[in-house]
């Protein structure tokens, strides 16, 4: 779930622990769940080969790469603001000889693409991170193409008022920069970007049950694992933070979502 906040100076929060922790977890190169079966299912229907492609908040590759080799974009390129995930995508896309990938690390702020450089914007649980919704998407639409496409997986959360105390222990928990939002924020923020057609579709019922079997992994056939990549206390602490992320995936406050919207071929005044 790596970062592509635009809000503040951003403090590096996927370092090589988190990305040692979370690839035991989710595959190499996976910094959130689902591997390439959901990134397939984000992507249904969309047509990829020949257009340009931009990954937002590629964080370690693996989506990047996963969608290089199996749809043949003209051009794929990943972006994020954190330099430790970049250097690992790098560093996987030579190891399994991808060529035609590019990664691109920069700053926090307005994304350093020319306007219409993208046929597709995807973001695979990432503008989690970004706290002003409208100030990202206003930014996806200016480097897509007219009729360009976003589509995306994020973390929502099923309202906009105060979290529940077992969402607040959570986050707390997380101890990462979300900015948290609903559907509703999501698609009005879309909309006053630009985007038409726009769809939110939760991913609740889904999610819910995979991060049970995580949990039950990370306490059982992938234990010895992490705790050799990454130390037992990181462990412990990450086997508190899933047991606070089921109880709000149970209530359904938290929301993961699949995210559509369409850029027009022209934007009427």
């Not at 043949?72 to 972006?79: A, D, E, S, V, Y």
């Not at 206003?138 to 496409?149: A, K, Q, T």
């Not at 909309?191 to 999610?207: C, D, L, M």
């Not at 990370?218 to 899933?242: D, F, P």
Request: one cysteine or more; glycine letters at 8%; a negative charge.
């Amino acid at each position: 779930m790596s970062s592509v906040d635009q809000d503040a100076e951003h403090a590096v929060e996927y370092d090589d622990t988190a990305i040692r922790f979370l690839e035991v977890l989710w595959g190499e190169g996976y910094l959130s769940p689902g591997g390439p079966d959901e990134v397939d299912r984000v992507l249904d229907g969309v047509e990829i080969a020949g257009r340009r492609v931009l990954d937002l908040g590629c964080g370690a590759g693996g989506v990047t790469l996963h969608i290089a080799r199996t749809y043949h974009p003209l051009g794929i390129t990943g972006f994020d603001v954190e330099a430790p995930v970049v250097a690992h995508a790098r560093a996987e896309a030579a190891r399994n000889g991808v060529a035609d990938v590019t990664f691109v690390q920069a700053p926090a702020g307005p994304l350093p693409f020319v306007d219409g450089s993208f046929d597709v914007v995807f973001s695979k649980d990432a503008l989690v991170h970004v706290a002003d919704k409208l100030a990202v998407f206003r930014e996806i639409y200016r480097v897509l193409s007219p009729s360009g496409i976003f589509v995306a997986s994020d973390w929502l959360i099923s309202h906009d008022g105060e979290p529940s105390d077992a969402m607040k222990a959570y986050l707390a928990a997380e101890g990462l920069s979300f900015g948290m939002a609903s559907a509703a924020t999501y698609l009005t923020a879309m909309a006053e970007a630009g985007f038409v057609e726009t769809r939110a579709q939760s991913r609740n019922e889904w999610y819910r049950d995979v991060a049970r079997q995580e949990l039950s992994r990370l306490q059982g056939i992938l234990h010895s694992a992490a705790v050799a990549a990454v130390g037992e206390a990181y462990v412990a602490k990450n086997i508190r933070t899933w047991a606070a992320m089921q109880k709000v995936l149970d209530s359904g406050e938290h929301c993961p979502t699949h995210l559509r919207g369409i850029k027009p071929m022209r934007r009427d005044a």
